[in-house]
C-alpha cells in the first residue's frame, strides 16, 4: 500500500479556494486516490476519487499530475461548515478484500 | 435513503466485561469494513467482509476481537474482556462494490472502557 503524506492542519477563511496536496511516491499502477471528510463525532464521508488528470463533483476538483507522485483536493469558496478532516487514501480497489490506510489526515480550519 | 447504522451509539464497560457492537450496512452492499478511530486520530483498519465472507482481519489487535458477518448483511464486532486501551470510536463503512474505496460509514460507536 502506498504511503501518504499531507499537510497536519491548514487555515482559511471563508470564500477562498482551498488547496489541499497529498503526496505518494510510491503509488503503484493500480491505485486509484480517494479523498474523505470528517466532521467531529461523525464518520468520514467520501468526497471524490481519481485515477489521473482531473476530476470534478459538484463537492470538490481533484487534480492529479501525469506522474501520479503526488495529488491535490480542491476546495472552492469554502464555508465555516468546511472545517474539518480531510484524509487522503491511495490504493487499489480490487476484489478480495484489502486494507484501508487512513493517516492523520490534514486539519482544515475556516475562519469568518 | 438510509444510509449505514451502528448501536449502540454510546457504550461503557467495565474493564473484563464483553461488549458486543452492531453494524447495519446499506441494503445489498458487498462490502463491510470496521474500523478503530482513537481521538485526534485517523480510522485505523481492523478488518473486512466481502459478503459474509471474512477476508481479510489483519488489523485486528488481539485475538479479544471478533467479527462477524453471517448473512452478508448485518455485522458485529465483538470485543471480549474489555481493557482501557479498547476505548475508542468503532466505525463501520460498506460499500457496493467489492473492495473499493468509496465507501459509506456509520456514525460510530463510541466505547469507554472504565
Known amino acids: 500500500l502506498a504511503k501518504t503524506t499531507q499537510p497536519i492542519s491548514m487555515d482559511s477563511y471563508e470564500g477562498q479556494e482551498v488547496n489541499i496536496t497529498c503526496s505518494h511516491n510510491?503509488?503503484?499502477?493500480?491505485?486509484?486516490i480517494t479523498w474523505y471528510q470528517q466532521f467531529p463525532s461523525q464518520g468520514p464521508r467520501f468526497i471524490i476519487q481519481g485515477y489521473k488528470t482531473k476530476v470534478t463533483n459538484e463537492v470538490a476538483s481533484l487534480f492529479i499530475p501525469a506522474d501520479r507522485k503526488s495529488s491535490t483536493l480542491s476546495l472552492p469558496r469554502v464555508s465555516l461548515s468546511d472545517t474539518a478532516v480531510y484524509y487522503c487514501?491511495?490504493?487499489?480497489?480490487?476484489?478480495?478484500?484489502?486494507?484501508?490506510?487512513f493517516g492523520a489526515g490534514t486539519r482544515l480550519f475556516v475562519k469568518a | 435513503g438510509a444510509g449505514v447504522s451502528q448501536s449502540p451509539r454510546y457504550k461503557v464497560a467495565k474493564r473484563g466485561q464483553d461488549v458486543a457492537l452492531r453494524c447495519d450496512p446499506i441494503?445489498?452492499?458487498?462490502?463491510l469494513f470496521w474500523y478503530q478511530q482513537a481521538l485526534g486520530q485517523g480510522p485505523e483498519f481492523l478488518t473486512y467482509f466481502q459478503n459474509e465472507a471474512q477476508l481479510d482481519k489483519s488489523g485486528l489487535p488481539s485475538d479479544r476481537f471478533f467479527a462477524e458477518r453471517p448473512e452478508g448483511s448485518v455485522s458485529t464486532l465483538k470485543i471480549q474482556r474489555t481493557q482501557q486501551e479498547d476505548s475508542a470510536v468503532y466505525l463501520c463503512?460498506?460499500?457496493?462494490?467489492?473492495?473499493?474505496?468509496?465507501?459509506?460509514f456509520g456514525p460510530g460507536t463510541r466505547l469507554t472502557v472504565t
Open positions: 487514501l491511495v490504493g487499489d480497489a480490487g476484489a478480495g478484500g484489502f486494507k484501508t490506510i
Open positions: 463503512a460498506s460499500s457496493p462494490r467489492e473492495g473499493g474505496y468509496e465507501q459509506y
Open positions: 441494503s445489498g452492499h458487498v462490502s
Open positions: 510510491n503509488i503503484a499502477t493500480n491505485d486509484y
